[in-house]
């Protein structure tokens, strides 16, 4: 089955740069790709997702891109705040099955 | 607020104990997924069920069943409950339950097994 390897686990920036979160994923046949916000004891919220026909993918300040031949995927938050501090979860589904294959999360401190 | 919803928000029970957790799906999505987050497994997906059938099966023991009815919401049961099982437990839903269909999650159950 699909596993999705997400990177890095704990993430620590000043507010105001730049934060990026790696993905990796293994099968071939994926085509969505969602990233999703967690806040403590919250449900997990969608943030940015891509579909495999396109390579990159915007909305204000958070970016993602796509590379399908290299089978990974980058989540990229500039300007973070500290309202952006939380959990954030890669996850890839695709033909070979419905259901979201998530990473195991990054924990993303953004300080004043 | 995701438009899907989930009851009870807490639960607590003992070993050995049956309970259900019920989700109903945002208004016009068919498909319903199951998830549970523990601290050391993260987010995995347990079952999928589109317009009362199933769809797609993931790591769901065989102590835990679900279905989906004809109004669309769903129930997962868990039986024989064990300290393990404490976790959160997410629903979510999707209009047709495609691969590349968004999913919006409900607030989560909390079940805490003693």
């Known amino acids: 089955g699909e596993n999705v390897e997400q990177h890095p686990s704990t993430l620590s920036v000043q507010e105001g740069d730049s934060a990026v979160i790696k993905c990796t994923y293994s099968d071939s046949a994926s085509n969505y790709f969602p990233w999703y916000k967690q806040e403590l004891g919250k449900r997990p919220q969608l943030i940015i997702d891509i579909r495999s026909n396109v390579g990159e993918k915007k909305d204000q300040r958070i970016a993602v891109t796509l590379n399908k031949t290299a089978k990974h995927f980058s989540l990229h938050i500039t300007e973070t705040q500290p309202e952006d501090s939380a959990v954030y979860f890669c996850?890839?589904?695709?033909?070979?099955?419905?259901?979201?294959?998530f990473g195991k999360g990054t924990s993303l401190l953004v300080t004043p | 607020d995701s438009g899907v919803t989930q009851t009870p928000k807490h639960l607590i029970t003992a070993t050995g104990q049956r309970v259900t957790l019920r989700c109903s799906p945002r208004?016009?999505?068919?498909?319903v997924y199951w998830y549970q987050q523990s601290l050391d497994q993260g987010l995995q997906f347990l079952i999928q069920?589109?317009?009362?059938?199933?769809?797609a099966k993931g790591n769901i023991l065989e102590r835990f069943s679900a279905q989906q009815f004809p109004d669309l919401h769903s129930e997962l049961n868990l039986s024989s409950l064990e300290l393990g099982d404490s976790a959160l437990y997410f629903c979510a839903s999707s209009v047709y339950g495609g691969s590349t269909d968004t999913q919006y999650f409900g607030p989560g159950t909390r079940l805490t097994v003693l």
């Open positions: 996850a890839a589904s695709g033909d070979s099955g419905y259901a979201l294959n």
């Open positions: 069920y589109y317009n009362g059938e199933e769809r």
């Open positions: 208004s016009g999505d068919l498909s």
